[in-house]
């Protein structure tokens, strides 16, 4: 299974494929040691002339174990958890570069501030569908919906969040690489959903200056 | 109800009735049981269909679907399924499946049917709610499928109908059908506060006696459990769909945020409904099969008490952990972390099932019959579907994997793999009892087979596309240049569905020619221990010739000194196995 996460391109997409790693080599253990014990049980155990059953009703210490055992792997992997979901979701790092994505049926508007920095004035500029960042650097994501619930998903970042009508929800990521990749939505949002794609275009530092210029020229 | 009012209830409808009386309006618990079976078996057959039209469009998008060519538009343009359907097929498929195939058939069905035979009393506390309850329930899904054939169709927001999406018409072109399936859902809802009063009710008060809690089977137990989640689970969200109806046709404007709603209060108000609804379809089925393993390994249960109580746990928990479907709508993060933490810990009682079914297997004498295979597929395929969960339950993981295959995946091991095999398992085991013959073995071994691989084939690759970020509820994914590399897999997963399709047309084989021509069954086929075998095959009205007296716990298999290998919980006796 592991072979087919989607490279990831983000600072702390490594965090939570780290994360993925762990429960997925936790899980397979305890896949193969319970299915493992179960086909064992069932040949071992199978009935045939002259085997009898065992008179049983349980061992408490037994109960113990496999109560105490599970929890702790659980609460293990929350506290394991925590720190990546607050790396991500608690605190935005020093913000480079923000962009408002207003998800529409069914498209993404993304509107960038412009060189005055700030949204809602005259050289604000939306683009349709595509978001545009520099590697490297930490963007922020001003997210809003116009209609209904969309989810802004780019599976190489490791990022999803929904994007609501009527409140504003904030992101960040930072890109390690150039390139261009798809920005599907995740959200059922109407007969549309299917094919709400946007790109993320990731720059080098120059390519990102000569877009900015290229775009505020006039 | 005490023993003479339940005797004085019972002998105002015990009476041989006509036609009418003995299957369309009977109020006697079993025929209800089976009415309800039948009901969503047949309803089975329409979610399976949907089903396979979903898999045939994710698989060859766009192409005409084989012998529909005859449906007409708009719903499909030649055989081909346009969006706006696709989104149909979906929705109501998983709302057929949900409401009105799993529920019905572990609640409705085997509920009623085996509550009270398994108590030892001779009905329901309440008949005439019961029979009721029925109709109210088949009324219901009258309702949901008519709603295809009204303009604009049925809905096509999801099962999960999130607002707005579902709040205003504009948004899908679905009108009067998403109407219909809120005003469904609320009459069902209706029905099913009902039947959860009466087994309730049932179970506290009209227990044969010698029967106590302590000495209840397992699976009335988890029906116990189940009836209370449900009552308190239903008004709540049968008061969110009202809310929903109102701001569709009424002007409110609870979850529309152009007029000052909250899009996410719909999401904490179905999900508050919906985990609960969660364990609701698979806690009858572990008591089933807890039930089935016993028997079948000829050995008692292992750590009954551990298991009455995880269930017990898992009542509480459930209504703690409702926000592990919202970590990404935009729910604060600081509570992301409290229903991680709390997803965490329900997963705990699930493993210690797991366990003790190991347990009950360890030292058994494992009988392999088709109730069994069902019951041993339960607990090999519920594994997986639990070891999923945790991927989920670990927040920066779901930010990945939330809304993509992989939790169709998970959704499908438990509720496929868990309750529907738990649901052909506990047709073969009680259809003697129900329907006074065996059902084929042959047969039977056939369809499980076949399921089982097929099964595995149509819902294992979802967590592959899954981790490849394949979206859930996509209609055509050669959209997307990303999930190139899956496609194949697709259509892996819908050849397994036909095949998944064409077994079960071996079980409904099996159950009808059974039911009229199956080796005659004797009163106890199985050498099970629990009351309703202690009742005449098929029971009469009524139940059993006298009242049961219960000596013991259900599951004394393979007691020392006995000289059978079951010692049931009705027959006198003194010795080690009476104090359990
Ligand atoms: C063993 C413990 C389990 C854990 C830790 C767990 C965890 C989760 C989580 C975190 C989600 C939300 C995932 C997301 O949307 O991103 C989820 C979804 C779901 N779970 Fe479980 N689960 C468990 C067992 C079960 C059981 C026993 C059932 C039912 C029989 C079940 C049925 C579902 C369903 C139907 C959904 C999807 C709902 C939807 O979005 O359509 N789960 N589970
Ligand atoms: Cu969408
Ligand atoms: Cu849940």
């Known amino acids: 299974m592991l072979p087919w996460l989607p490279e990831n391109i983000s600072t702390y997409g490594g965090d939570i494929d780290w994360l993925f790693r762990l429960i997925f080599w936790i899980t397979t253990i305890v896949f193969v040691g319970v299915q493992g014990t179960f086909l064992y049980f069932l040949f071992k155990y199978r009935a045939r002339p002259g085997h009898k059953a065992i008179y049983s009703h349980g061992n408490n210490t037994l109960e113990i174990a496999w109560t105490i055992a599970p929890s702790v792997v659980c609460v293990v992997l929350a506290l394991l958890s925590r720190a990546t979901w607050d790396e991500i979701k608690a605190e935005i790092p020093p913000v480079d570069v923000t962009v408002r994505v207003y998800a529409k049926q069914f498209n993404w508007d993304f509107i960038y501030p412009g060189p005055d920095g700030a949204f809602d004035t005259d050289d604000d500029l939306t683009i349709e569908n595509e978001l545009n960042v520099p590697v490297h650097k930490v963007v922020k994501l001003e997210m809003l919906s116009r209609d209904v619930i969309h989810s802004f998903f780019v599976p190489v970042l490791r990022f999803k969040q929904d994007t609501m009508p009527g409140r504003q929800i904030d992101g960040w990521f930072e890109a390690t690489k150039t390139g261009e990749w798809e920005i599907p939505c995740a959200e059922l949002c109407g007969f549309g959903h299917s094919g709400m794609l946007g790109y993320l275009k990731v720059h080098s530092d120059q390519d990102y200056a000569a877009w900015v210029a290229k775009r505020w020229s006039k | ?580």
Do not use: C
């Open chain 2, 1 to 580: 109800m005490s023993e003479a009012a339940a005797a004085h209830a019972h002998d105002e409808h015990h009476h041989e009735g006509g036609f009418v009386s003995t299957y369309l309006f009977s109020l006697d618990h079993k025929m209800i049981g089976k009415q309800f079976l039948l009901l969503s078996l047949f309803m089975m057959i329409i979610g399976g269909l949907l089903a396979l039209m979903v898999r045939w469009q994710l698989a060859y998008p766009e192409q005409p679907v084989p012998g529909l060519a005859w449906v007409p538009e708009p719903y499909l343009y030649d055989g081909i399924i346009p969006p706006e359907t696709y989104n149909m097929l979906f929705t109501m498929h998983a709302t057929i499946m949900i409401f009105f195939v799993v529920i019905p058939i572990l609640v409705g069905a085997f509920g009623n049917f085996l509550i009270p035979l398994m108590i030892g009393t001779k009905d329901m506390a309440f008949p005439i709610l019961n029979m009721l309850s029925f109709w109210i329930a088949a009324f219901a899904g009258g309702l949901l499928i008519s709603s295809f054939f009204v303009e604009g169709g049925a809905a096509a927001g999801g099962w999960t109908a999130y607002a707005p999406l579902s709040a205003a018409e504009v948004y899908t072109g679905v009108g009067l059908g998403q109407d219909l399936w809120i005003i469904s859902l609320v009459v069902l809802g209706i029905s099913s506060m009902m039947g959860s009063i009466n087994y309730i009710t049932t179970i506290i008060n009209m227990r044969a006696p010698g029967m106590t809690m302590f000495r209840l089977p397992l699976v009335v137990w988890s029906l116990f459990i189940t009836a209370i989640l449900l009552l308190l689970a239903l008004p709540e969200l049968t008061a969110a769909m009202a809310m929903l109806l109102f701001d569709r046709r009424f002007g409110t404007a609870f979850f529309l945020p152009e007029h000052g709603g909250e899009p996410i209060l719909w999401q904490h108000l179905f999900w508050f409904f919906g985990h609960p609804e969660v364990y609701i379809l698979i806690l009858p089925g572990m008591g089933i099969a807890s039930e089935i393993l016993s028997v079948f390994s000829r050995k008692p249960i292992f750590g009954y008490r551990a298991m009455a109580m995880a269930m017990i746990a898992i009542a509480f928990l459930g209504w703690v952990v409702w926000g592990h479907h919202m970590f990404q709508s935009g729910m604060n993060p600081t509570m992301g972390m409290a229903f991680m933490t709390t997803t965490m810990v329900i997963a705990v009682p699930s493993a210690i099932k797991t366990f003790n079914w190991l347990g009950t297997l360890w030292g058994g004498n494992i009988h392999f019959t088709t109730p069994m295979l069902h019951a041993l597929a339960f607990v090999s395929m519920f594994v997986i579907g639990g070891l999923s969960g945790i991927y989920m339950a670990a927040t920066p993981v779901d930010i990945f994997i939330h809304d993509t295959y992989f939790i169709v995946g998970h959704i499908h091991y438990v509720v496929f793999g868990g309750s529907i095999f738990a649901i052909f398992g506990g047709i073969a085991y009680w259809f003697p009892k129900m329907y006074g013959r065996m059902m084929n073995e042959t047969l039977g071994k056939i369809h499980f087979f076949g399921t089982l691989l097929f099964f595995n084939i149509t819902f294992f690759p979802m967590h592959i596309i899954g981790i490849g970020g394949h979206m859930r509820r996509i209609y055509n994914p050669e959209q997307y240049e990303f999930l190139e590399p899956l496609l194949h897999w697709n259509e892996i997963m819908t050849i397994g569905s036909i095949g998944l399709g064409i077994f079960q047309i071996v079980f409904a084989v099996n159950f009808f020619w059974s039911m009229f021509a199956g080796e005659k069954a004797t009163q106890n086929p199985w050498h099970a221990n629990t009351l309703e075998w202690e009742a005449p095959t098929p029971p009469p009205h009524g139940n059993f010739l006298v009242t049961p007296t219960v000596y013991r716990g259900p599951y004394e298999y393979s007691v020392p000194g006995e000289k059978e290998d079951w010692l049931p919980q009705a027959r006198p006796g003194s010795g080690v196995a009476a104090a359990h």
